[in-house]
């Protein structure tokens, strides 16, 4: 089922409520879950795993694919490689420091685009990279210049840009595409960034130089999602984001929330086949051995489930009562569950489900069984459920 902007919520088309914040024509989403998501404590991809992974994200029309750091070790490198032979429609992107052994092995890859990068606050100049702000400067245009030697035009990132003064940040763009960048990035490295900062930063880059600008949030605050939307809104074209937003500490943007938040609130379809996203999340979940929490947006056990009398017999009736839109537009279920707060009706309709006809009496000493091993448990599973049953019989 398509969802309609208006039937999911009447105010989001509004043209007063959406004045202020209007998306770019052309959206591009980079999957970073190969690079950032596998920098999550504890995760590391096989190789096998990686290309799984990129074809599943290719499969679905993800547009672009960070897969990796290749100056990380051979085998990353490697890897890359075959992604990149795997001669997918998305576009490859691997990410490099302004250092030659780095850029020697992104060039090696033979991805399809470089992104350049490097601190820029102050506090990672002088905690980080121990550099001045001119050695930067130099370090930019050289390493710039070394890629365009060899024929590639690479993108280049300030990393930690939103603790970066702006003047700074703005001769660091401006230096950047005259050695020869053609995308610029912005990176939010520690997630402290509001809406409003990005939105500042992102129109004042704008206006420095003519190319795509990205963007790279983090989520420390749960921000990360506005804050994509919001970079969207004030000049960036295109915005990364992984899988469960899994990533770095809180981790990044998640790639499920950014595309469904698009199609179904602010009306873009990014052509993307969005029934796939539950299998990728529950991919990603098998391959790191991290359980996706329950709650999680979109493709969480809990995104469509519903256990409360009231919420579950409207559900039953319309599924829009409960729900912003159909589980099976993400590749997800609706479930009803049974526990502490389920009504009659539900119950009632679970047992005719089931075949089993009984007295009202009957009904009702289960509905109140159901309750108490709610209470004690917090639900009733399906198996519960039917022995329960079966001691009636
Ligand atoms: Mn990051």
Not at 32 to 57: C, H, N, Y
Not at 130 to 157: A, C, L, N, W
Not at 364 to 388: L, P, T, W
Request: with cysteine.
């Amino acid at each position: 089922m398509n969802e309609n902007i208006s039937d999911v919520n009447p105010y989001n088309g509004l043209p007063d409520v959406i004045k202020d914040f209007r998306l770019p024509d052309k959206i591009v989403i980079y999957d970073s879950t190969l690079r950032d998501g596998e920098q999550m404590p504890g995760v590391s991809f096989s190789s096998d795993q990686k290309i799984s992974i990129a074809r599943k994200l290719d499969e679905i029309g993800i547009p672009e694919i960070e897969a990796g750091f290749p100056a990380v070790s051979k085998n990353e490198l490697r890897t890359v490689k075959k992604i990149v032979r795997e001669g997918l429609d998305a576009r490859i992107l691997v990410l490099s420091r302004l250092k030659k052994e780095d850029i020697d092995a992104a060039i090696e890859s033979e991805a399809d685009l470089i992104l350049l990068f490097i601190a820029s606050s102050p506090l990672h100049l002088k905690y980080k990279l121990h550099m001045t702000e001119e050695e930067v400067k130099e370090k930019i245009v050289e390493s710039i210049q070394y890629v365009r030697d060899h024929g590639i035009i690479p993108s280049f990132s300030t990393e930690d840009s939103t603790r970066t003064p702006i003047a700074f940040l703005r001769e660091l763009v401006k230096l950047a595409y005259e050695a020869g960048a053609r995308r610029i990035g912005f990176t939010d490295t520690v997630g402290c960034a509001t809406p409003q900062t990005i939105k500042y930063i992102f129109s004042a880059m704008r206006k420095t130089v003519p190319t795509p600008f990205s963007a790279h949030l983090h989520n420390d605050f749960g921000l990360a999602l506005i804050n994509a939307l919001t970079a969207l809104c004030s000049g960036a074209t295109h915005v990364c984001a992984t899988i469960n937003g899994w990533g770095e500490r809180a981790g990044n943007v998640s790639l499920e929330q950014l595309i469904m938040a698009l199609k179904v609130l602010y009306n873009r379809d990014l052509g993307i086949d969005t029934t796939k996203l539950c299998e990728l999340s529950e991919m990603i979940s098998r391959f790191t051995g991290i359980p996706v929490p329950k709650t999680q947006p979109i493709v969480g056990y809990n995104a469509f489930t519903h256990e409360s009398g009231i919420h579950a017999a409207a559900v039953l009736e319309n599924p829009r009562t409960y729900e912003p839109i159909s589980p099976e537009l993400v590749g997800n279920k609706r479930r009803i569950v049974l526990g502490k707060h389920s009504g009659k009706h539900i119950i009632k309709r679970r047992l005719d489900e089931i075949g089993f006809k009984t007295d009202e009496k009957t009904i009702n000493d289960i509905v109140s069984r159901i309750k108490i091993m709610g209470e004690k448990n917090g639900s009733v599973s399906e198996e519960e459920f039917i022995n329960m049953i079966k001691t009636y019989k």
